[in-house]
């Protein structure tokens, strides 16, 4: 019940459907914010700017996470100014350990996607990211805000995460 297989990917950088997935996931982590800014407080409460980036460096692994990672915060703040210059460093960082976090999660998971194993690479990114933006902001307060308001979005990546992966997993996998 907790539990579904599914086909997982380690696209090498040579594939030119590492590039093609990372567009699409990029372009869900622009689309997806954008909806959330809508409403009060929706960004900082909701999280968006990572729900992709868990999804392709789950389903696809690390390449097309860490692409997703970087590129996402990076391409959202040129386009919109949002994330602010201030906390991108914070996000990028969050945002490369959840790749990392969640590709590592799936490759130890074999082929299973979890309750468990997403609840693992969302805290896991969002503890040690809190420790590093701790470090670049020197302010404890300021450093646990997704613990403080941003507990729904954390529920959105690990439940949201786990009902997009099981769609994802519905639809046939052409790839060898």
Same mark, same amino acid.
């Given at each position: 019940?907790?539990?579904?297989?599914?086909?997982?990917?380690?696209?090498?950088?040579?594939?030119?459907?590492?590039?093609l997935f990372?567009?699409?996931?990029?372009?869900?982590?622009?689309?997806?914010?954008?909806?959330?800014?809508?409403?009060?407080?929706?960004?900082p409460?909701?999280?968006?700017?990572y729900?992709f980036?868990?999804?392709?460096a789950?389903?696809? !692994?690390?390449?097309? !996470?860490?692409?997703?990672?970087?590129?996402?915060?990076?391409?959202?703040?040129?386009l919109?100014?949002?994330?602010?210059?201030?906390?991108?460093?914070?996000?990028?960082?969050?945002?490369?350990?959840?790749?990392?976090?969640?590709?590592?999660?799936?490759?130890?998971?074999?082929?299973?996607?979890?309750?468990?194993?997403?609840l693992?690479?969302?805290?896991?990114?969002?503890?040690? !990211?809190?420790?590093?933006?701790?470090?670049?902001?020197?302010?404890?307060?300021?450093?646990?805000?997704?613990f403080?308001?941003?507990?729904?979005?954390?529920?959105?990546?690990?439940?949201?995460?786990?009902?997009?992966?099981?769609?994802?997993?519905?639809?046939?996998?052409?790839?060898?």
């Amino acid at each position: 019940m907790n539990t579904t297989t599914t086909k997982l990917h380690s696209l090498t950088f040579g594939n030119v459907k590492t590039y093609l997935f990372s567009v699409l996931f990029v372009a869900g982590n622009i689309l997806l914010p954008q909806l959330c800014h809508l409403l009060p407080m929706g960004g900082p409460t909701l999280l968006p700017i990572y729900f992709f980036t868990l999804i392709a460096a789950y389903k696809f !692994g690390i390449r097309v !996470g860490l692409l997703t990672a970087v590129l996402s915060p990076v391409v959202n703040h040129l386009l919109f100014a949002m994330p602010a210059a201030a906390v991108l460093p914070a996000i990028l960082i969050k945002s490369v350990l959840l790749a990392v976090a969640a590709s590592a999660v799936a490759r130890h998971a074999k082929d299973k996607v979890t309750f468990g194993g997403l609840l693992v690479a969302v805290l896991a990114y969002q503890v040690i !990211g809190t420790g590093f933006e701790w470090l670049l902001c020197g302010d404890f307060y300021l450093a646990v805000q997704d613990f403080r308001i941003g507990v729904p979005g954390m529920l959105l990546q690990w439940l949201g995460g786990y009902w997009v992966l099981r769609i994802i997993n519905s639809v046939p996998d052409k790839q060898q």
